[in-house]
């Protein structure tokens, strides 16, 4: 099994940053693609960013691209998200995916809150 916990999640001021941290443990040595998505209440969850393991290619959702940046620490075996520009409709809860050995694990997620 593999466990995945999110953090740096809080409450941030309209144009402020925040990082966010996906740690990784347990049996991680297959990992292919880390993604990152969010959903907001009421609302379906939406993917945000993705980057693959090996080579560290990264994609975005249209609505953060120029805005947010994915990126991994391999010796952490952990994938950031750094969000700057922030707007009150980033305003979700992160969830951090991580494709390992053929299956999806999920991370319990972390609050991001945008206040105008």
């Known amino acids: 099994q593999v466990q995945l916990v999110e953090s740096g999640g809080g409450l941030v001021q309209a144009g402020g940053s925040l990082r966010l941290s996906c740690a990784a443990s347990g049996r991680t040595f297959s990992t292919y693609v880390v993604d990152w998505f969010r959903q907001a209440p009421g609302k379906e969850r939406e993917f945000v960013a993705q980057i693959t393991w090996s080579a560290g290619r990264t994609y975005y959702a249209d609505s953060v691209k120029g805005r947010f940046a994915i990126s991994r620490d391999n010796a952490k075996n952990t994938v950031y998200l750094q969000m700057n520009s922030l707007r009150p409709e980033d305003t979700a809860v992160y969830y951090c995916?991580?494709?390992?050995?053929?299956?999806?694990?999920w991370g319990q997620g972390t609050q991001v809150t945008v206040s105008s």
């Open positions: 995916k991580a494709r390992v050995g053929g299956y999806d694990y």
